[in-house]
């Protein structure tokens, strides 16, 4: 993490989190790390790191979480809440977390309509490549994700 400034620290952001309806557990972290460990959205984007997220909303960091780009990589799977040993159901306080950006005005309502398109588009891809994938599941040749990628392209875009 960058170099955290005093005047940066807002010690009321983790219980701002913790008064919604999904952040209530967010103080449970202990930083074991389980679930950086089991994220998809981790796999995929190096930079994105649950167990810092909630370590930035401990200290009190609100305008650099609010206003990072980081965080609309979540893909509010729910993973990392099935492997929490603490049980502080991440992707519900992403949730809460993303409704504070919002409403704080980080994020436009545009920017939101186009993410949801963006994970509608996204689905429907997998589900085509999907599609095809079963359609050669007996066959032993290895599947070409590109080709699989540029039929689904086709189809649904
Ligand atoms: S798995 Fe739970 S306790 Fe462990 S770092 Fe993640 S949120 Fe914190
Ligand atoms: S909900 Fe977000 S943080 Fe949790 S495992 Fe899924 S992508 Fe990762």
């Known amino acids: 993490m960058a170099e955290v400034m005093a005047n940066e620290l807002d010690p009321r952001f983790k219980f701002e989190v913790a008064a919604r309806l999904g952040g209530a557990n967010?103080?449970?972290?202990?930083?074991c790390g389980a679930c950086t460990g089991s994220c998809p959205a981790s796999q995929a984007v190096e930079e994105f790191d649950p167990r810092k997220i909630i370590h930035m909303v401990i200290l009190g960091?609100?305008?650099?979480?609010?206003?990072?780009?980081?965080m609309?990589?979540?893909?509010?799977?729910?993973t990392c809440s099935f492997v929490c040993p603490q049980d502080v159901r991440f992707s519900e306080?992403?949730?809460?977390l993303r409704q504070m950006a919002v409403e704080e005005g980080y994020v436009s309502a545009s920017f939101q309509e186009r993410l949801q398109e963006i994970e509608s588009l996204s689905q429907k891809l997998r589900a085509e490549m999907l599609r095809s994938a079963l359609t050669e599941k007996d066959k032993k040749k290895k599947l070409n994700l590109?080709?699989?990628?540029?039929?689904a392209s086709e189809k649904c875009i």
């Not at 967010?26 to 930083?31: G, L, M, P, Q, V």
């Not at 590109?146 to 039929?151: T, V």
């Open 26 to 31: 967010i103080k449970r972290c202990f930083a």
């Open 61 to 70: 960091l609100k305008e650099r979480v609010l206003s990072s780009p980081i």
């Open 72 to 78: 609309w990589y979540c893909l509010l799977c729910s």
């Open 93 to 96: 306080a992403m949730a809460v």
């Open 146 to 151: 590109k080709q699989l990628l540029e039929d």
